[in-house]
């Protein structure tokens, strides 16, 4: 068993930036594929980024060069740190875990989902 708590969500002003944390605890976190998916109003939860236990990243589109995910296997913590943000970036961002996920961007896959964090982008 694993639980993830989110934190860091807030207001900001397009062009600004964030960073969202995701602490887990009850399982040996580093052997997890880590991801980052958000979701906003009256739309479909998206993959926005993943980080495997080797490190190796992998970031949606709409995000690549703005946003940067990394990991402290020693706190337990994984990082997303949102740059140049934009209104549309405006989500509930959670994080989620897998010990054995091959697609990160599949969401259905993840073994565990924090409650997520909400992000809010005035223009």
């Known amino acids: 068993q694993m639980q993830l708590v989110e934190s860091g969500g807030g207001l900001v002003q397009a062009g600004g930036s964030l960073r969202l944390s995701c602490a887990a605890s009850?399982?040996?976190?580093?052997?997890?594929?880590m991801a980052w998916f958000r979701q906003a109003p009256a739309k479909e939860r998206e993959f926005v980024a993943s980080?495997?236990?080797?490190?190796?990243?992998y970031y949606a589109d709409y995000v690549k060069g703005r946003f940067t995910s990394s990991r402290d296997n020693s706190k337990n913590t994984v990082y997303l740190q949102l740059y140049s943000l934009k209104t549309k970036d405006k989500a509930v961002y959670s994080c989620a875990a897998s010990a054995t996920i091959v697609e990160v961007t599949t969401a259905v896959d993840y073994d565990y989902w924090g409650q997520g964090t909400q992000v809010t982008v005035s223009s």
């Open positions: 980080i495997r236990w080797n490190l190796s990243t």
């Open positions: 009850g399982s040996t976190f580093s052997c997890y594929t």
